[in-house]
């Protein structure tokens, strides 16, 4: 388990034993780490920084990692890196609203593909189980969109709906993929019924937050929502 967010850095629990594994400390110029993700195949790590830059790391063995790629993504803060699901690219969210698309190389290190300006404005991301969705959070006005993902090709939206009040702070997928789950600054989670074309349908809302929902996830089964 990786958590983050803490002034010494990066550390990396074992869920078996008791205390850290690996501590990745903030000094050598890697600088404060924001968000964390594990590879799907977990044998890679990325992380987000206050300074702006993508971090890649190869995951030896549990808590021994190897560095192998330092980019610089933007002159502020990542806020979110998530992989996606098939393995070959990620995404970052930038403090200010903007995102960028990487393809995931050979050596460890990544390309970008494509990049979003902060005029986007959105807060969060996430990808469909099949990888040829992205879902996004508007970062003020509550928003939701929806793009389509080809190999090799630029990211197409093809809907746009209204969803919370304020930012739309968290959102997942299904494992099917005919749910999209959101969470916003107004402490509701609402899910949301994917169709062929045009804006998502509002299937139910779940009160029960007294302040924002930060994090949103289903079980592997589908049948649970956890946030």
Known sequence: ????????????????EEGPLHLLTADAGIGHMRCVAYHPDGQQLACGSSEGKLHLYAVLEPGLLRETAAIAVTIIAIESVVYRPDGQALATVEFGGGFSL???EAGGTARLMQSFG?????????????SRLLAGGGQYEGFLVLWTLQRDKEAIEVARWPGHAGAVTALAFSPDGTELASGGEDGVVRIWGLQQAGPARAITQLPGHAGAVRSIGYSPDGKQLVS
């Open 102 to 104: 990487w393809a995931l």
């Open 118 to 130: 902060n005029s986007t404005n959105i807060k969060s991301l996430a990808y469909s189980p099949d």
């Open 1 to 16: 388990l990786a958590v983050t967010g803490r002034p010494k850095g990066i550390e990396l629990w074992s869920v078996e």
